[in-house]
C-alpha cells in the first residue's frame, strides 16, 4: 500500500517552532488527513485532523492554540505547523489517510502511514 511520507522535525529549543510537512500524493487529496505521535514507550496520540476540503480542522487539548494543520492540494502537502514547542512535544510525529467510514481521532480510522519524523524538543 501507498505510504505518506513526513519530513520537517528536528532539534528545538523550546518555545521554537518547527512546520512538518505530509507527502501525500494527488491521489489523497480527497481524504482527510490525521496527525498523530509517540513518544518512546507511549502510545500512538492523537494530534488534529484536517477535512478533506481542508475547511475545517480538529484538535487534541494538549495542542490547541499551539498548533495548525492545513493543506495545499496543488503541492499535495498537508502541514503541521507547531508553535511554542514545549519538551513533552518530544515525539515522533506520523500522518496518516482516514479511512471512509473510520474514526476521525484514533489511529484505527486511518491507513498508509508513513514512518514518521522525529521532534525533539530541549534546551
Known amino acids: 500500500q501507498v505510504q505518506l511520507v513526513e519530513s520537517g522535525g528536528g532539534l528545538v529549543q523550546p518555545g521554537g517552532s518547527l512546520r512538518l510537512s505530509c507527502a501525500t500524493s494527488g491521489q489523497f487529496n480527497d481524504y482527510s488527513i490525521g496527525w498523530f505521535r509517540q513518544a518512546p514507550g507511549k502510545e500512538r496520540e492523537f494530534v488534529g485532523t484536517?477535512?478533506?476540503?481542508?475547511?475545517?480542522?480538529h484538535y487534541e487539548d494538549y495542542v490547541k492554540g499551539r498548533f495548525t494543520i492545513s493543506r495545499d492540494k496543488a503541492v499535495n502537502t498537508v502541514y503541521l505547523q507547531m508553535n511554542d514547542l514545549k519538551p513533552e512535544d518530544t515525539a515522533v510525529y506520523y500522518c496518516?489517510?482516514?479511512?471512509?467510514?473510520?474514526?476521525?481521532?484514533?489511529?484505527?480510522?486511518?491507513?498508509?502511514w508513513g514512518q514518521g519524523t522525529r521532534v525533539t524538543v530541549s534546551s
Open positions: 484536517i477535512s478533506r476540503s481542508g475547511g475545517s480542522t
Open positions: 496518516a489517510v482516514n479511512r471512509p467510514g473510520g474514526s476521525f481521532y484514533k489511529p484505527e480510522g486511518y491507513d498508509n
